[in-house]
């Protein structure tokens, strides 16, 4: 009997979060590797729903039982799983949990989970713990399994999981011990591995601590804005399209910078991003003082103040930022030296050609000079 992974579906269901794992499962995502299962799909009572997008799907299957041949239930997300439909559901997911069956849930179907008490002995993730709560109520007691990523694999699956991925944080590499050693290529080298492992984790550390430097010297967001973006992430699909503190904060600096008389933004959301450019606009429009500018950087204005601060300058011309990064041994450390030397001379070489050119500036200036 062909192995079955069925999707579950309600009305106003989000077609494209089937559309990517469906094909893969009956088709495989390589060539010459066909999938292994059969897609089928659920809804309540058997009849025919329709997508946020329109799409209208006729179901294999009603809610009444679990399929024989069902190796996986998959709750598709959408707008509809606080209605009544939705709980016909948790019986049929309560089930497949008992039978050792996996169960996948996404977006708000994560939430649903939450409210029938099924996540409480899982590791699991979703749009955020507050909003699990929130649907939840007393029903969800599982905060402490909860995990912020994309994506949450409990049991065995999981155990796996996270085997390799702790063998490939200490550079471990399989290698097939028939394989000859010249046909294993770098694997044959494990100190390689073990390099690139080093590398990501320097890289990492110097991504965290810049994210935190920024959120540091960034001022607080404001409660309304908090606001919006706790709601955003609790009743919005896509919650992550919304801007953000940071970026926000960035829009608007760059409008008070610019001193525009309108902004015309394509593409609002649930507004976060607007609200920070018209601050940036009400701000110029009131003359407000955006205050004093940081001690910490700006006071010491003469060199001898800014070396005894230890406040260096940036490069003034692509070729001193070449040559800073040619002589940066905690660069070529992160990005390897061959990288590092094939960068370096592609940017000495536009440097070059860049001074090559004569510019309007200097005709105008110099060729009529008398």
Not at 243 to 268: K, N
């Amino acid at each position: 009997m062909e192995k079955e992974i069925v999707f579950v579906l309600l009305d106003e269901f989000a077609d494209w979060e089937a559309a990517f794992l469906a094909p893969a499962l009956c088709s495989g995502v390589m060539p010459g590797r066909p999938g292994s299962y059969a897609a089928k799909y659920m809804s309540p009572d058997g009849e025919s729903v329709r997508s946020i997008g329109g799409l209208r799907a006729t179901p294999d299957y009603d809610a009444s039982a679990l399929p024989e041949s069902c190796a996986g239930l998959i709750l598709v997300g959408g707008m509809q799983w606080e209605s009544a439909a939705a709980r016909r559901i948790a019986p049929l997911a309560g089930e497949a949990l008992k039978r050792g069956i996996l169960v996948g849930a996404i977006c708000n179907a994560v939430s649903f989970m939450a409210a029938n008490g099924l996540l409480n002995g899982v590791r699991h993730t979703g749009n955020t713990v507050e909003m699990l709560k929130q649907w939840g109520g007393a029903n969800y007691t599982g905060e402490a399994l909860y995990e912020e990523r994309r994506r949450t694999l409990s049991g065995a699956a999981g155990r796996a999981r996270r085997q390799r991925r702790d063998g490939k944080r200490h550079g471990i590499s399989r290698i097939h011990p028939r394989m000859p050693a010249r046909a294993q290529g770098r694997h044959a080298r494990p100190d390689r591995g073990i390099v690139q492992v080093q590398q990501i984790r320097i890289l990492q550390a110097v991504m965290d601590a810049l994210e935190q430097y920024i959120r540091d010297h960034t001022s607080p967001e404001e409660e309304l804005l908090h606001e919006l973006d706790r709601e955003t992430n609790l009743r919005v699909i896509q919650p992550r399209m919304l801007s953000g503190h940071i970026q926000g904060r960035l829009l608007e600096m760059l409008v008070r910078m610019l001193r525009p008389r309108r902004v015309l933004e394509i593409g609002t959301f649930t507004g976060y991003s607007a609200l920070c450019m018209a601050a940036g606009l009400d701000g110029i429009a009131k003359h407000l003082d955006p205050g004093a500018e940081s001690a910490r950087l700006f006071a010491s204005r003469t060199e001898a103040e800014k070396a005894a601060a230890g406040i260096d300058h940036l490069p003034d011309t692509l070729r001193e930022a070449a040559t800073f990064m040619e002589e940066d041994s905690f660069v070529k450390m992160v990005l390897g030296q061959e990288f590092v030397d094939l960068y370096v001379e592609a940017k000495k070489a536009e440097w070059n050609e860049y001074m090559s050119q004569v510019s309007e500036w200097e005709v105008d200036k110099y060729l009529y000079r008398t």
